[in-house]
């Protein structure tokens, strides 16, 4: 009788767990992309993943057509709504998108000027503009001094912060990199963008946020040579410093994705795998893996223990999966 009454106490407590376990996995389950592109822009803003524009196409294959100029956002807490369009613009790629105060902000960027079947017309675009998702009304901000590419942004403390990047200047033109970080500090009236000295000329590069710390991750020189390293700028002192670089195969260095969850930098380079940045700073660890590798890609913290890796390209092809990484060290410090 005992032994019958212990067997139905567990059965039942079974039972109980089953429900919790498959909501838990479900909320797991986020659907792919719309459309298969890569080199776009991405953020999260309250409980909704976005992406801006993109390129849809084979890779060095340009054309208005190929370039998207599409928001869209994932609900976060309720994925199983899928994407949804809720505005476009330019068609760009080669931005930035990042989210602070309740708002979206894209950033620069590069579009094709030539259409399908014509020769390659690739110029950089100056152009800034502010998103309120609520009223879904774009704003135009202030211009970068000047037009840029093939960087990255985030935002530190209250201040957006650009690094890197080149300035495209059409077809048969030689392009201008770029040897300046540039700031907009939110909380100045007007709003102006304030150049700082950066200490290396990449492109293809990707950073993150932590305080008021920015993580410069990886990229592409002059000489067109990938590089691992990383550098890191404080914003209140203006001072550079190098941190470890990535490890792994040097493609590593080329656009890989990179974003902070619990105050710690994740990057997810052309290996396939997950590496967060140790506590000390003084090297990467290993945390997850892929199912498909890929660059030119975004990773977005889907929540305090979830990080979601979001379209991208491989040899093959453009990637529309999205792969949901949970590493165990993603619990708040």
């Known amino acids: 009788m005992k032994a019958r009454y212990i067997r139905l106490l567990a059965a039942l407590a079974i039972a109980c767990l089953l429900p919790a376990i498959g909501a838990s996995q479900e909320a797991k389950s986020y659907p792919p992309l719309p459309e298969a592109f890569s080199s776009f822009g991405a953020a999260v803003c309250d409980g909704y993943a976005y992406t801006y524009g993109g ?37 760009l790629q080669g931005l930035a998108l990042v989210a602070q105060g309740g708002k979206l902000y894209r950033l620069g960027g590069m579009r094709p000027r030539n259409m399908e079947g014509e020769k390659a017309d690739n110029v950089s675009v100056a152009a800034c503009a502010r998103f309120d998702p609520k009223t879904k ?54 709003l102006k963008w304030e150049a700082v000295t950066q200490p ?32 890191i700028f404080e914003v209140k002192s203006r001072a550079w410093s190098e ?7 040097m493609l590593n260095g080329f656009a890989p994705a990179v974003c902070t969850c619990n105050n710690r930098v994740y990057v997810s380079p052309a290996d396939g795998k997950i590496y967060r940045l140790t506590e000390k700073q003084d090297g990467w660890e290993e945390v997850g893996s892929l199912k498909v590798s890929r660059y030119v890609h975004r990773i977005v913290p889907a929540s305090e223990n979830l990080l979601l890796v979001l379209g991208g390209a491989s040899k093959a092809s453009n990637i529309a999966l999205t792969e949901v990484i949970e590493p165990a060290c993603c619990a708040p410090n």
């Open 55 to 91: 390129h849809l196409d084979k890779t060095h294959h340009y054309a208005t057509e190929t370039t998207s100029g599409k928001l869209r956002r994932l609900s976060l807490t309720e994925p199983a709504k899928g994407w949804e369009d809720i505005s476009s613009g330019p068609n």
């Open 200 to 231: 290396f000329k990449r492109r293809a590069l990707n950073i993150t946020a932590v305080g008021s710390k920015v993580y410069v991750v990886c990229g592409m020189n002059e000489e067109n040579e990938i590089e691992k390293a990383v550098d």
């Open 137 to 190: 009304i774009w704003e135009a901000l202030p211009s970068f001094p000047e037009p840029r590419s093939s960087f990255d942004a985030a935002v530190a403390g209250n201040t957006i912060v650009v690094v890197g990047g080149w300035k495209m200047n059409g077809r048969d033109s030689k392009s201008d990199w770029c040897e300046t970080a540039l700031l907009l500090d939110l909380d100045k009236s007007p």
């Open 243 to 249: 941190g470890p670089p990535v490890p792994g195969p």
